[in-house]
């Protein structure tokens, strides 16, 4: 079910995240799911508080959320293809793959185990709002934007090489209120 007015702001990196029950990391929570799409209500330093669709919320690393676009990128660039239709097909499959292992699993024809190796691999995301479509392509290990005619990359998963070292220490999460 999904709470009204939930309107996805991020998804959850590739890999999941850990969540905590306030902007303490001694209070951990049940870590999040990887590309889960979530809500950024607050920042408080290098913490996020996020929603989920289901009202669950938590604070996190907000520094690593991917951000979901408000605006589409300009189309026509160097990495735009002319069709979603295939990119959907192979998502629609890998869900149709996905909802059979669980149909198996629910009747008893598979245990956890088997379940687990006929899913591993499987990996979609997808994020429709009216005529925008978000969809992530596994096998080229990035975000598409759509608005129905076209794609076009938004951003990916690859390691960028060549980037600079900033000369510090990486950040990390506020301290906690009275610990300043």
Request: charged share 25%; net charge negative; aromatic share 8%.
């Amino acid at each position: 079910m999904t709470s009204r007015g939930f309107r996805p702001t991020h998804v959850v990196p590739p890999h999941g995240m850990p969540a905590w029950e306030g902007p303490d990391p001694a209070r951990p929570t049940a870590p999040l799911d990887p590309l889960l799409p979530v809500e950024l209500m607050e920042r408080r330093g290098d913490w996020g508080y996020i929603r989920c669709a289901n009202g669950w919320a938590a604070w996190v690393d907000g520094r690593v959320l991917v951000a979901v676009p408000g605006d589409p990128p300009a189309a026509g660039g160097p990495e735009t293809t002319a069709d979603p239709r295939p990119l959907l097909a192979r998502a629609e499959q890998a869900l149709a793959d996905y909802r059979a292992a669980v149909e198996a699993l629910a009747s008893g024809a598979l245990d956890g185990q088997e379940f687990e190796t006929r899913t591993q691999g499987l990996r979609i995301g997808l994020v429709i709002d009216g005529e925008s479509m978000w969809l992530y392509d596994p096998r080229e290990e990035r975000w598409m934007y759509g608005d129905g005619r076209r794609l076009s990359t938004y951003a990916t998963d690859r390691t960028v090489t060549g980037v600079r070292e900033t000369g510090h220490a990486p950040t990390r999460p506020a301290a906690p209120e009275g610990e300043r």
